[in-house]
């Protein structure tokens, strides 16, 4: 099946420090996904990506999908305490509902 | 406005008891998903239902699970009889159409199998 690797797996940063993560697939996805986990809560779509080379920002968050169709990367500009959570990726592939997840990236961000 | 509903949001219960797990979608919704999450394994789709039919159950673990979505505002996931690998957290989402839109996710049923 398809796999996704999710990078870094945890960070630890400064506030007012820009944040990198990607994710790179086994196999051709037509939609990437970015959504953010809060403690107790259940993942909130932040960017949604359907074509390879789209480049989408949402406020600090910019995203862009891959032009082999195989990763995507999302960063955050200027963390604030508030981006604190678990971020994941998702990709589509073939069917048009079956999402498969990343394993997430847990950011932390120190006043 | 409601979004998904979850409940209960914490169960804990002992090895070989029943558990179900209880959804109501948003309004409007016609797909329903459900997730489980774990450290291990991240996130994985275990059932989708379109119109309250079950499209794609392939990601159902085993015998032991089950799920119904006798009508368009209520689904149910059940596990019976539960096991302590099955201590998870369970997510409910919903969307518009076939699936491919946005999917909405509750806030989750922490389930504890001790």
């Known amino acids: 099946g398809q796999q996704l690797n999710q990078s870094p797996q945890s960070m630890f940063i400064q506030e007012g420090e820009d944040v990198s993560m990607n994710c790179t697939s086994s196999?051709?996805?037509?939609?990437w996904l970015w959504y953010k986990q809060d403690p107790g809560e259940g993942p909130v779509l932040l960017i949604a990506?359907?074509?390879?080379?789209e480049l989408t920002s949402n406020g600090r968050l910019t995203a862009q999908f891959g032009i082999t169709r195989k990763d995507s990367f999302l960063n955050i500009s200027a963390s604030i305490p508030s981006d604190v959570g678990i971020y994941f990726c998702?990709?589509?592939?073939?069917?048009?509902?079956?999402?498969?997840f990343g394993k997430g990236t847990l950011l932390t961000v120190n006043p | 406005d409601a979004g998904v509903i979850q409940s209960p949001r914490h169960e804990v219960t002992e090895m070989g008891q029943e558990v179900t797990l209880r959804c109501k979608p948003i309004?409007?919704?016609?797909?329903l998903f459900w997730y489980r999450q774990t450290m291990m394994r991240g996130l994985e789709l275990l059932i989708y239902?379109?119109?309250?039919?079950?499209?794609?159950d392939s990601g159902m673990p085993e015998d032991r699970f089950s799920a119904k979505m006798p009508n368009a505002s209520f689904s149910t996931l059940k596990i019976q009889p539960s096991e302590p690998r099955d201590s998870a957290v369970y997510f409910c989402?919903?969307?518009?159409?076939?699936?491919?839109?946005?999917?909405?996710f509750g806030p989750g049923t922490r389930l504890t199998v001790l």
């Open positions: 998702a990709g589509r592939g073939g069917s048009n509902y079956k999402l498969t």
């Open positions: 196999s051709i996805f037509n939609t």
């Open positions: 990506l359907y074509k390879a080379g």
């Open positions: 309004s409007g919704h016609n797909s």
């Open positions: 239902f379109n119109n309250n039919v079950p499209i794609d």
């Open positions: 989402a919903t969307t518009l159409g076939s699936g491919s839109n946005e999917q909405f």
